[in-house]
């Protein structure tokens, strides 16, 4: 079966610090993978997602990145945090586009930037 | 914009009654999902239900979807205490494949 591991659950980082957060999906080839963000109290922003190896789409500038070295592994950075960066990161994979099938969400990570 | 809005924002019901929550969309869609969350954790997909159909049943979840009016409902039925968490509502369009989420609506069941 088909599993989501993402991490770190949660993490406290400085303004100005770096960030990296990975997320890794087992159990299938090929996933399309989904980075979104959820602010309290708020609805999911989709902030990145990718087709393939290499293969980035940004929905929201910012200054965060992504980068997906491997099929199953899909990375959300960022070289200097900003206090507006807290929030709730979901990673998510879906077999086929998002437009014909579901998503399967991480568990998520919980980022405060003082 | 291709989000779709839940409605209300918020409900309290007992144990025991049913559950209706509503979403709207602006634009045609190639379908419509709801997801639930717990406090905390990831979304969990619930049911998908296409642009070529009206009304689609998983266990206790009754999900209608009326293209003319922009619009889908979300029933929950003999609501549970466990049935506690945010509901959202997504949609993607015909031409994207992206889904875009709603803000949800935080229901609440007392026991």
């Known amino acids: 079966s088909q599993t989501i591991h993402q991490w770190p659950a949660t993490l406290v980082q400085p303004v100005g610090s770096p960030l990296s957060l990975e997320c890794t999906v087992e159990?299938?080839?090929?996933?399309?993978l989904y980075w979104y963000r959820q602010a309290a109290g708020r609805g999911l922003q989709l902030l990145f997602y990718?087709?393939?190896?290499?293969?980035i789409s940004s929905e929201v500038p910012q200054n965060l990145s992504a980068s997906r070295p491997q099929d199953r592994q899909f990375i959300l950075s960022s070289k200097k945090l900003l206090l507006s960066d807290s929030g709730f990161y979901l990673c998510?994979?879906?077999?086929?586009?998002?437009?014909?099938?579901?998503?399967?969400f991480g568990e998520g990570s919980r980022l405060t930037v003082l | 914009s291709q989000q779709g809005e839940e409605d209300p924002q918020a409900l309290s019901i007992q144990e025991g009654e049913n559950a209706t929550m509503n979403c709207s969309y602006k634009?045609?869609?190639?379908?419509l999902q709801w997801y639930r969350q717990n406090s905390g954790r990831g979304l969990v997909h619930l049911i998908l239900?296409?642009?070529?159909?009206r009304e689609k049943h998983s266990g206790r979840l009754r999900v209608t979807l009326d293209t003319s009016k922009k619009s889908s409902s979300l029933l929950i039925t003999a609501s549970r205490a466990a049935d506690t968490a945010s509901y959202f509502c997504?949609?993607?369009?015909?031409?994207?494949?992206?889904?875009?989420f709603g803000k949800g609506t935080k229901l609440s069941v007392i026991p």
């Open positions: 997504a949609t993607a369009g015909a031409g994207s494949y992206q889904l875009t």
């Open positions: 990718s087709v393939g190896i290499g293969q």
């Open positions: 239900i296409r642009s070529n159909e």
């Open positions: 159990g299938t080839s090929n996933p399309n």
């Open positions: 634009t045609s869609i190639n379908n």
């Open positions: 998510a994979w879906s077999a086929v586009a998002a437009n014909t099938g579901e998503l399967f």
